[in-house]
DNA sequence: GTTTTTGCAAATGATTTGCATGGAT
DNA sequence: ATCCATGCAAATCATTTGCAAAAAC
């Protein structure tokens, strides 16, 4: 099985499981997703499936994001750069977010953060998961300063 | 000197220092976040505002919280619920924000993120600061599921 | 065949911009 | 008197919604 089929099967098992329909605008956009392993705004996902698939919406991508979000398979992330980012990364790992260009960069660091769940949990909250938001300038914009 | 007048005269030297001009929104705009010392989006600067200062417009509170932001006396806070919330609380803290409800809560816990600071800087970013964001859900929300 | 998904067009809502008036220096 | 800040109205931009046609089951 190639790593396309590969793929494709993963996602068909997810919708299958919810009884979800499988269509190619998911497949499409799933393989796109996981083709790059990197932040995605809406119109940049579009951009790339209508190479695929033309006449595809943004409507229809905005919806599938979200529906990817509830199987798990991507994460919403607000940069604070006028458009939402989807994050194709599960893993866990935190964001460097350059207060200039509003470029986000992924950062990898095993931070010890129960003590920031515990004290979510100590207020009433129960947490999901916490991640580190790092506000700074990028390489580029450090340079241009 | 009251409380209002050692507000109002911190801000004045932060402009003058500056040069730029000593107005009453900016003075009310100022006056009313170190009274609330919670979030608030930009509609919710001007309803208070108004009662004050009647008149007073959305624009000029946007531009107003930016020059704070400038002046660090105020942070911007992308919980993604739709509007972009100002924080007047600038000593260290992190934020738990709710899925389902979008309510942003402070959270107080001094965690160790020199690592994740490190990392960033490895990666050839330059920060400021960090904070911890998590991601769950909120009391009330918590129940009603 | 039935129900979900899609695409289109239009609505929404927060934030920004252009420009003339008013206010601070 | 000068120049910055404000208010108004309109523009912008990402995202959402309503509904009919197409596709998956």
Do not use: K, W
């Not at 994050?87 to 460097?96: L, M, P, Y």
């Not at 260009?101 to 010890?112: K, M, N, R, Y």
């Not at 506000?135 to 580029?140: E, Y």
């Amino acid at each position: 099985m190639s790593a396309v089929e590969s793929i494709d099967a993963e996602l068909t098992e997810l919708l299958r499981a919810r009884g979800q329909r499988v269509t190619s605008q998911r497949l499409v956009i799933n393989r796109m997703l996981r083709s790059r392993d990197q932040h995605v705004t809406a119109e940049e996902v579009l951009g790339a499936v209508t190479q695929t698939l033309p006449g595809t919406s943004l409507p229809t991508v905005y919806a599938t994001l979200e529906l990817f979000e509830q199987l798990g398979i991507v994460r919403r992330l607000n940069s604070g750069g006028g458009a939402v980012l989807f994050d194709s990364r599960t893993v866990d790992h935190h964001h460097a977010i350059c207060r200039d260009c509003g470029a986000v960069q992924d950062i990898d660091d095993p931070a010890e953060l129960s003590g920031v769940l515990q004290a979510a949990r100590d207020a009433g909250f129960a947490p999901d998961r916490a991640a580190v938001v790092v506000d700074g300038l990028c390489a580029a914009c450090a340079a241009a300063s």
